[in-house]
């Protein structure tokens, strides 16, 4: 079945840059929907930012216009390069994928999630 491995994470000073990256393997087809989770400990993960496979991007309102969302249909990868940074930022950030031509940024709609990968913001 489809895998994600995430990359990226890394501990950065408030205001930092950081891009993370998720690799899909074991797919039956390339036709992705694609999101960024993120979850600190004792809370709900939560939708950053989404991307479906027809180019329809969502975002977190606590996160746009400072990150961005991006794929590679034939490499079947996605990335989050996340800009100014802030200690709020900080948690364990998920890939996640599914065979949808739409899905948005709700865990439910993604079956295919990745082991996730830390960020940690100082300030």
């Known amino acids: 079945q489809l895998q994600l491995v995430e990359s990226g994470g890394d501990s950065v000073q408030a205001g930092g840059v950081l891009r993370l990256s998720c690799v899909a393997s074991?797919?039956?087809?390339?036709?992705?929907?694609w999101a960024w989770f993120r979850q600190v400990e004792g809370k709900e993960r939560e939708g950053v930012a989404s991307?479906?496979?027809?180019?329809?991007?969502r975002y977190a309102a606590s996160v746009k216009g400072r990150f961005t969302i991006s794929k590679d249909d034939a490499k079947v990868t996605a990335n989050l390069q996340m800009n100014d940074l802030k200690p709020q930022d900080s948690a364990v950030y998920y890939c996640?994928?599914?065979?949808?031509?739409?899905?948005?940024?709700?865990?439910?709609?993604?079956?295919?999630w990745g082991q996730g990968t830390r960020v940690t913001v100082s300030s």
């Open positions: 074991r797919y039956f087809n390339k036709k992705l929907a």
């Open positions: 996640a994928a599914d065979y949808k031509f739409r899905a948005g940024l709700g865990t439910s709609e993604y079956n295919y």
């Open positions: 991307l479906d496979f027809d180019g329809t991007i």
